[in-house]
């Protein structure tokens, strides 16, 4: 907004030096947000000197702020009569319009301010909020090519004063979903992505990677920092992100025309020349900065699902070849054919218009390489495999089919014409697909490291792309408590606390130098909390509130550099930490013996038990009822009397020692039991047990995870399912281990335990939603409980109670649409800056 009209000399007001005055009070009190003052200013104004420009705008303006829609469309049209060139009349007026619903009225308002002033930058904002795109004029195309990057044989090269010069890519994935938000609802504010740049570039980063289009905010950070710090660039590989396309047909006419816009919208915006219209999903606005002098690289689509690319193919099966200015294929897959022809579409785009070109790649996954893999059979060779074996087929599992259908860009090969050239991308994990770590070959390569899969797979990859720079666009490992996925040389998908987590995304980045690539791209910058992970994806509802809260049980959350946590530092209970903080939550129920207190925040529920030391023979026994008190398991672990209400889990504190169990009914995930046979853990979650169910028999089952199902390979190998025990809690202090769940503070005397909402089968604190029932019919159940009841018994000896505090009131902790958080670097972060600044 403007309110800076020009106050022109009113000859004919005597009291024209007042009313000046008066539109100065206003526009003071409006900027310091006090619009009632500054509505009566502005009125003052106008009864002075009626007409006089800048009051009834100003006053329309204050008028708006207060709420009064009708009242500032009234004045703002009065201002407008009087002068059809104030342009923050019309500006006010098409607000007013939009805040009533009047789409139409706005966009007329909006577009004439900009016809009244050109660079009224809020109006064209607003234009482009409601979906309206203006024109911009076309920019003059330069007479010569603009190639800042090339591939050069299997490197990237970058160019510099000194020519030429080889570049190894030192990347970092930017994800933008602080916790609360969406993925589509990016930072806003400038200062946040300078804030974060100038971080990446501190840990020796000299690529950021992006998926999607970001907010203008971003490429004006990135543009301004690579201008003021020449020996810290950060250059950019811009994604170009693609949905699935209707009925697997990536030539649907409709969807490629919108991914082809995608394309120009990315090229238009990486050279400052773009405005883009509000989509639901996608950034927008006017995008002036030019990065396109240090953008590296374009990188398009996804990964892709490998259903799609087997349904493609069998769709278009005589689209085998492609010949275009810039790429071409002389044989291989239409899902390859087409992969060539948008990257030769894009780079047409950026020629055409800017006369620029730079390297270009698709992304691909080890789901989708062109490597033959024996240990991993396609769903059809599984069925017939079991059907050999006699074993029934599986109809629960949900997973891709990982070596069925492949995408080779080595295929592809640039034409002259293309000056920036062509590269490999793969997103590559240590864990998984299965293949990885079960085909023996891999197993027998040693890294710097010793003994890896994950270099034995690399080398591999690269083998089969001579010529080529080969990227890994996206590596790395979680620091969360849940472990998704099992690997031999111990890189799981998750289980590491942040120390691990530094140490092994440190072997995984050396171990991609060492293989020859071309470089990697870190995945991610920070926690996401929107994401979800197989094992607890079905646990996580509603799903569109998992941003509302952090689950440390989801790997996909936990891969930041930059954690991000729930609570408030200022009053966050810490394992180890201050006992005051712990002693300052809710007192829940006390006796003579043993006193209870509990929190939470948007990741843990906290208790905290002051009484006898869990040493010398002595232990605590803790029940915790999560929905309905006259249901569960009413005897706990230890004990031989029942308890008055019904508990869905249990922990046992003693010494160092620490266990959650759960009530087998209740564990949404199969538990291994003797007798079963090798197959038996084919399946993953667990389907048919009533949560509603009574006990009184005092039996607990642990909570283990089948991480890595029981498969068989093409040759007829079979190989165990792997898993992991999630009910051991690690004992000591969050400055030990940022897994801890338990802590003895002696000098407190406190017993101190934080538990993972997402190990409750809490499946949404925000809004107190929880697991009630495992159908057969309709799987996983979910309602809002009234609260969680506690009931705590110290052993001197198994059975032999000492004292029993009985549940009392239940603890309802406050519900939220925003979480509270606070972020600080991990050890990853540091890790990593120390490797980078030794290349």
């Known amino acids: 907004m403007l309110l800076a009209a020009v106050l022109l000399v009113h000859s004919l007001c005597p009291q024209d030096s007042s009313a000046r005055a008066a539109i100065e009070r206003g526009a003071r009190a409006y900027r310091a947000d006090q619009p009632e003052v500054a509505a009566r200013a502005y009125a003052v104004a106008d009864?002075?000197?009626?007409?006089?420009?800048?009051?009834?705008?100003?006053?329309?303006?204050?008028?708006?702020?207060?709420?009064?829609?009708?009242?500032?469309?009234?004045?703002?049209?009065?201002?407008?009569?009087?002068?059809?060139?104030?342009?923050?009349?019309?500006?006010?007026?098409?607000l007013v319009a939009r805040r009533l619903g009047h789409r139409a009225e706005a966009v007329t308002?909006?577009?004439?301010?900009?016809?009244?002033?050109?660079?009224?930058?809020?109006?064209?904002?607003?234009l482009l909020a409601l979906g309206v795109t203006p024109p911009l004029p076309a920019r003059l195309r330069p007479a010569s090519p603009q190639v800042p990057a090339r591939t050069a044989g299997e490197r990237f090269e970058i160019h510099t004063s000194a020519g030429w010069t080889p570049f190894y890519l030192r990347g970092i994935n930017l994800g933008a979903a602080l916790p609360g938000k969406f993925p589509a609802e990016f930072p806003q504010a400038e200062s946040t992505y300078t804030r974060w740049l100038s971080l990446m570039a501190a840990a020796h980063a000299n690529v950021v990677r992006v998926y999607t289009v970001h907010p203008p905010v971003f490429y004006r950070a990135l543009r301004d920092w690579n201008l003021t710090h020449a020996d810290q660039v950060l250059w950019l590989i811009q994604g170009v992100w693609a949905e699935p396309p209707p009925h697997n047909d990536y030539d649907d006419p409709a969807w490629r025309t919108d991914f082809l816009g995608e394309m120009r919208r990315v090229v238009d915006l990486i050279h400052g020349h773009a405005l883009i219209g509000a989509r639901p999903g996608h950034a927008y606005g006017h995008y002036d900065a030019d990065v396109s002098a240090h953008t590296l690289a374009f990188l398009v689509g996804r990964e892709w699902e490998p259903s799609t690319i087997v349904a493609f193919d069998r769709l278009h099966p005589g689209d085998t070849t492609f010949a275009g200015r810039f790429l071409t294929l002389p044989?291989?897959?239409?899902?390859?054919?087409?992969?060539?022809a948008q990257c030769d579409s894009m780079l047409g785009l950026e020629w055409d218009l800017y006369h620029a070109s730079r390297p270009i790649a698709y992304t691909n996954w080890p789901t989708l390489d062109p490597l033959r893999h024996p240990t991993e059979t396609t769903a059809a060779e599984e069925v017939a495999l079991r059907r050999a074996w006699g074993i029934p087929a599986n109809p629960s599992l949900k997973e891709y089919d990982n070596d069925a259908v492949v995408l080779d860009a080595s295929l592809v090969h640039a034409t002259p014409a293309n000056l920036g050239g062509w590269?490999?991308?793969?997103?590559?994990?240590?864990?998984?697909?299965?293949?990885?770590?079960?085909?023996?070959?891999?197993?027998?390569?040693?890294?710097?490291?010793?003994?890896?899969?994950?270099y034995g797979y690399l080398l591999d990859l690269k083998a089969h792309y001579p010529g080529l720079p080969v990227v890994i666009a996206e590596y790395g490992v979680p620091s969360s408590r849940g472990d998704a996925h099992r690997q031999p040389e111990g890189l799981d998908?998750?289980?590491?606390?942040?120390?691990?987590?530094?140490?092994?995304?440190?072997?995984?980045?050396t171990e991609i130098k060492e293989a020859g690539l071309a470089g990697g791209v870190l995945f991610a910058w920070i926690d996401e909390w929107f994401k979800h992970n197989w094992p607890v994806i079905e646990l996580e509802t509603p799903a569109e509130r998992t941003r509302l809260w952090h689950n440390a049980m989801d790997?996909?959350?936990?891969?930041?550099?930059?954690?991000?946590?729930?609570?408030?530092?200022?009053?966050?209970?810490?394992?180890g930490g201050d006992p005051g903080k712990w002693r300052g939550l809710t007192s829940l129920a006390h006796d003579d013996a043993v006193d209870l207190r509990v929190g939470s925040d948007a990741a843990y529920l906290y208790l905290a038990i002051e009484g006898r030391p869990p040493a010398d023979g002595v232990s605590y026994v803790v029940g915790i009822d999560t929905y309905g008190r006259n249901q569960g398991q009413f005897l706990l672990p230890g004990l031989h009397t029942p308890d008055s209400i019904g508990y869905e889990f249990a922990l046992t504190l003693a010494d160092s020692n620490g266990r959650m169990w759960v009530a087998p009914w209740y564990s949404p995930y199969l538990v291994p039991t003797p007798g079963m046979g090798p197959t038996a853990l084919d399946a993953f979650y667990q389907y048919g047990a009533h949560v509603t169910a009574t006990s009184r028999t005092g039996v607990w089952d642990s909570m283990w995870v089948t991480s890595n199902r029981w498969r068989i390979g093409?040759?007829?190998?079979?190989?165990?399912?792997?898993?992991?025990?999630?009910?051991?809690?690690?004992?000591?202090?969050?400055?030990?281990?940022?897994?801890?769940d338990w802590y003895w503070d002696r000098n407190a005397g406190l017993i101190e335990v934080r538990i993972p909402w997402g190990l409750l089968n809490?499946?949404?604190p925000s809004s107190h939603r929880v697991l009630t029932r495992i159908s057969t019919r309709s799987g996983f159940e979910t309602d809002t409980t009234g609260g969680f009841r506690f009931g705590v018994a110290l052993l001197r000896a198994p059975g032999v109670e000492t004292d029993h505090l009985a549940p009392g009131a239940a603890y309802r902790w406050p519900g939220w649409e925003m979480p509270v958080s606070h972020e600080r670097l991990k050890a990853a972060y540091f890790a990593i800056r120390d490797l980078w600044s030794t290349w």
């Open 47 to 94: 009864s002075l000197c009626p007409g006089i420009p800048g009051a009834k705008t100003g006053l329309g303006f204050a008028l708006l702020r207060l709420g009064r829609l009708r009242d500032a469309g009234a004045s703002f049209r009065s201002a407008g009569t009087a002068d059809s060139m104030d342009a923050d009349a019309s500006y006010g007026l098409g």
């Open 109 to 126: 308002a909006f577009e004439r301010a900009l016809r009244v002033a050109p660079g009224y930058e809020d109006a064209l904002t607003e």
């Open 331 to 340: 044989h291989g897959t239409p899902a390859d054919r087409w992969m060539a």
């Open 423 to 454: 590269y490999v991308s793969y997103h590559a994990y240590p864990y998984y697909p299965d293949f990885m770590n079960l085909d023996s070959a891999y197993g027998k390569a040693r890294s710097s490291f010793g003994p890896s899969h994950y």
């Open 493 to 509: 998908h998750g289980g590491h606390d942040e120390q691990a987590q530094a140490a092994y995304d440190v072997r995984l980045t």
């Open 555 to 575: 790997a996909e959350q936990n891969y930041g550099l930059l954690g991000e946590y729930a609570g408030d530092t200022a009053t966050l209970p810490v394992l």
């Open 714 to 740: 093409r040759d007829g190998r079979s190989f165990p399912a792997a898993g992991a025990d999630r009910g051991r809690l690690r004992f000591g202090t969050e400055a030990a281990s940022t897994l801890s």
């Open 762 to 764: 809490v499946t949404d």
